[in-house]
């Protein structure tokens, strides 16, 4: 049953562009969707929106199947983690979380009681007297994760939460988070420009580019199938090659792919572990540098017209730099007017 | 982030209409006055000083007043001394806070905390204390004389009631903001450009005149301009310190105004005074501006 | 950090220097007054007074015109003090959170009290009180002396409310709170100690403000530093007026306790223009 229900929202800031551009997203009960994007995709955005933070243009936001479109913030049964965590920094932790408690009006001892409930849940217990400014930076994080779930909101709203963390800081709590949500099992809507983050927390994400939905699907799907030219760009690493498709083959240099599509440009997405080499007496390319990782290696090539590609080999030592070779796509998708064509 | 600091920078809730007249409401009492007490009354003074009624109470264009002023012998060696005091004192102020400032900006030592505070304290000694200790120090038989005549020196030539007086006295008062402006001109001075200017072999004056000067000349511009206003038009020092004649602007006008009552007169020497300071007070205005525009 | 002399030897001796010849110029006048302040007898040529003592406190607080001037002082600051808060404050939160048309102009109109030497533009406040009969008067002196806290009861509390984290308010506003009470319980004890800050300059400034309340005060309104001036030209009893400097600085060292932090970081000198 869907929680959240977004239904043709635009959002027009002063500048004239839209920032977010009819978008539509219906999230069901307890899950977790992402919202992936380059910045300026107007993700945050979408989640102030939501949040009540910002007034759509055009568009209705509806929560539980009742309307909140021009419900201020304080009226919305939605709770925000911020990027910068925004903890009050005159209160102590406790007072933190108590101050929305306090505006429903709830005795003093339940408030401790759920308070104190809540910092258990974040791993926090015992720190409700310390002041903000004295915790690290992912205790601050689990303070403002507190302050919202101790609201019991309908949806949780986090924007970027982990931006301002250390690498291993963010994969730590991510996995907390992610842990506790599905505890909770509290519906989620998660910002993130990180693809990481949206592939390992999400149970679905939401790709958008310029105020606008590329794709919404599972994670493994826009990793596998990604449907539009820039979710396949965005989402993991992807060798695009724009070429020619003429009586069912892509040519692009000495590259040639059958592809049983119409005669025109098409843009060839194959991912370099979707890529295999081989020596040739005709190479298509030639290796430009090869990096051993150990498990595997990474190899740069270039066309003869220097179009670079990238591909993923078992054996790096067996390929040295200049070296001739040919190339041959095992899966690959084909994508015309930013729209997916063919899959192989 | 680009979009966050934009949406960020826009108001919480955007139903401007509500709170337009709202915003102008919450203002409108300081601006009032602020044009009251401010704008009106420099507009006023001009104006009432250069159209008078004649004998016959006609009102007309008339630069009678100013024409006086630049006549009179009396005003014009108080005009001239007036000049005079905010010349010496914006020299010696940029020659005593500017090695301070530097000193301050570049040393380690601990000693420096001190200094700073020493340096800042005259700004919470109101100048009236200040008047009495400079008369209890540099005064006949002030502490200075006092002690010259421990060691067997003769009397100090006292610089109570001379021109020096307000000199001295304006100097020590002006210190503290003059540090102040020069020390946070001085933090944009990167550490990086001068260890590079060190690296190709610069000594200390050098980096001092090609590094640092360029980069705080418009401070040294706005502790001047800060300065010159505050001097050109001060009151209470060159009163209690200075000599009854030739006067500094400050007394003339306030003796022009309340004893020989005389508004017209005093008003015209206010523009005067106005006009001599408008350079440093558009410069000052615009670099606070600028500043608060970053 | 690095510094312009390559090689520092252990012993600063350039801080020596300064820190010895500011000792004598700035704290030396003040060691001598309120040397004065304690003395009963102290006849030139004498290096050290004849005779410490606090006859002369008894004296200076039993004189009629120290306390109507204290009294009259603490009024006026009080009122100035208050009138600008009340004034100032909303104003302040208006140009720093609300868009309203002419928003920068008016704000930036506020410097131009800076743009006139200071008692060129009290006679010409005063010409005008002259034809008003404010001259002489608890409220003449008031209103020139609102003149000084105009701008700088605006422009620090807009800094201060300008840096609180928008996102604190929204976060309050998400948790329930309705807009008076974000800032109620949010903004203002963010930005408070900086406002109380200004609020103690500004009182402690109007308590010393001598030029407005001579020039427009004489002869009725006589403040202490007002009073002051009469001692300093024509009290033979030094002593009185080295009581009454060591009691009118107690104010201002409380203010200079409580500024350190404002004063500490650039962002004062800034709002100077430096």
Redesign the interface.
């Known amino acids: 049953m869907s929680v959240l229900h977004i239904a043709d929202v635009t959002k027009t ?1 002063s500048g004239g562009t839209n ?1 977010v551009d009819s978008f539509s997203l219906d999230v069901a009960d307890g899950e977790l969707v992402c919202l992936l994007g380059p ?4 993700k ?2 979408l989640l ?1 929106m939501v ?5 759509p243009n055009s568009g209705r936001i509806t929560i539980d199947g009742e309307e909140v479109t021009h419900l ?4 919305r049964p ?3 983690v ?3 965590h ?5 209160m102590n932790v406790f007072k933190n979380l108590a ?2 408690l306090k ?2 009006r709830m005795p003093a001892a339940q408030i401790r009681e759920k308070v104190e409930a809540v910092l258990e849940l974040v791993g926090l217990a015992g720190y409700g007297d310390r002041m903000t400014t004295q915790l690290s930076g992912g205790q601050q994080q689990r303070v ?1 994760l507190a ?2 779930l101790v ?1 019991e909101p309908k949806i949780l709203l986090l ?1 970027e939460p982990f931006a301002s963390l250390d690498q291993h800081l963010r994969e730590r709590l991510r996995e907390e988070v992610r842990d506790i949500q599905q505890r909770l099992k509290i519906t989620t809507l998660f910002v993130t420009h990180g693809q990481d983050e949206a592939l390992s927390m999400a149970d679905r994400i939401v790709v958008m580019a310029n105020g606008k939905t590329e794709q919404i699907d599972r994670p493994d799907v826009v990793y596998r199938d990604p449907k539009t030219p820039f979710v396949a760009g965005f989402i993991g690493t992807m060798n695009l090659i724009e070429g020619e498709v003429s009586n069912g083959i892509f040519v692009r240099s000495a590259l040639t792919v059958p592809l049983p599509i119409a005669d025109g440009p098409a843009t060839l997405a194959i991912r370099p572990e979707a890529l295999d080499l081989s020596a040739s007496d005709i190479p298509k390319a030639s290796v430009h540098r090869v990096t051993d990782y150990g498990s595997h290696g990474l190899v740069d090539l270039d066309l003869a017209d220097g179009t670079r590609v990238k591909s993923m080999v078992a054996h790096p030592d067996m390929l040295r730099a200049g070296q001739g070779v040919d190339l041959l796509p095992r899966a690959f998708a084909a994508y015309r007017n930013n729209q997916q064509i063919y899959r192989s | 982030m680009s979009e966050v600091a934009k949406a960020a920078a826009r108001p919480l809730m955007e139903n401007a209409q509500s709170r337009r007249p709202l915003g102008l409401l919450l203002v409108a009492i300081p601006v009032f006055l602020m044009i009251w007490l401010v704008v009106w009354p420099a507009i006023n003074a001009i104006s009432r000083t250069i159209w008078r009624p004649d004998v016959d109470g006609n009102v007309g264009f008339d630069l009678s007043s100013y024409a006086f002023f630049f006549s009179d012998r009396y005003s014009l060696d108080n005009l001239a001394i007036t000049l005079w005091t905010t010349l010496v004192c914006a020299i010696l102020l940029l020659v005593i806070c500017l090695p301070i400032a530097l000193y301050l900006r570049f040393s380690r030592s601990r000693l420096s905390g001190y200094v700073q505070a020493l340096a800042i304290l005259p700004m919470f000694v109101p100048s009236i204390i200040l008047a009495f200790a400079f008369i209890r120090v540099l005064g006949p038989n002030g502490m200075v004389d006092i002690l010259f005549n421990a060691v067997g020196l003769p009397k100090i030539r006292t610089p109570y009631l001379t021109p020096w007086g307000p000199v001295i006295g304006l100097v020590w008062d002006n210190i503290p903001l003059t540090v102040l402006i020069l020390l946070s001109g001085l933090g944009s001075v990167a550490n990086q450009s001068i260890e590079a200017a060190r690296d190709v072999g610069a000594n200390a004056l050098r980096v001092f005149r090609h590094i640092i000067l360029p980069r705080i000349s418009n401070s040294i511009l706005v502790a001047l301009s800060f300065s010159v206003l505050g001097i050109f038009s001060s009151f209470t020092l060159p009163y209690l310190l200075g000599p009854a004649s030739p006067e500094m602007l400050g007394p003339f006008m306030q003796r022009t105004l309340r004893e020989v009552q005389d508004p017209i007169g005093a008003m015209t020497q206010a523009v005067i005074a106005f006009g001599f300071c408008i350079v440093f007070g558009l410069f000052y205005v615009r670099s606070v501006a600028r500043n608060q525009g970053k | 950090m690095t510094t312009l002399v390559p090689v520092r030897s252990r012993i600063d001796w350039l801080g020596i220097v300064f820190a010895a010849l500011l000792s004598l110029a700035i704290v030396g006048p003040l060691v001598v007054v309120g040397t004065w302040a304690f003395t009963e007898v102290w006849r030139y040529p004498n290096i050290i007074p004849q005779q410490f003592g606090f006859r002369f406190w008894g004296q200076t607080l039993g004189r009629a015109d120290v306390w109507n001037a204290l009294v009259l002082s603490l009024q006026l600051s009080t009122v100035v003090t208050l009138l600008s808060a009340v004034i100032c404050l909303p104003a302040a939160y208006a140009f720093a959170r609300m868009s309203f048309p002419g928003r920068n102009i008016l704000f930036f109109s506020f410097l131009a009290g800076h743009a006139f030497p200071k008692f060129g533009l009290l006679v010409a406040i005063a010409a005008i009180f002259l034809q008003l009969n404010l001259i002489g008067t608890f409220w003449g002196v008031v209103l020139i002396q609102l003149v000084g806290t105009l701008m700088f009861m605006i422009w620090i509390p807009v800094a201060a409310f300008q840096a609180v984290d928008r996102r604190m308010e929204e976060a309050a506003r998400d948790v329930g709170a309705s807009p008076f009470r974000v800032f109620w319980s949010i903004t203002l004890p963010q930005a408070g100690p900086t406002i109380a800050a200004a609020v103690l300059l500004s009182f402690v400034g109007t308590f010393y403000e001598t030029e407005g309340a001579w020039l427009i005060g004489a002869p009725g309104i006589r403040t202490m530093p007002v009073l002051m001036i009469s001692y300093i030209n024509n009290q033979m009893v030094i002593q009185y007026g080295a009581v009454l400097s060591v009691l009118l600085w107690v104010p201002s060292f409380i203010a200079l306790m409580f500024a350190r932090r404002v004063i500490g970081g650039g962002a004062f000198a800034r709002g100077f223009g430096g």
């Open positions: 800031f920032a910045s300026g995709s107007g945050s955005t102030r949040g009540g933070f910002e007034q201020p913030p304080e009226r939605t709770g925000m911020f990027q910068s925004a903890l009050w920094t005159h101050f929305g505006l429903r403002a302050r919202s609201l924007d």
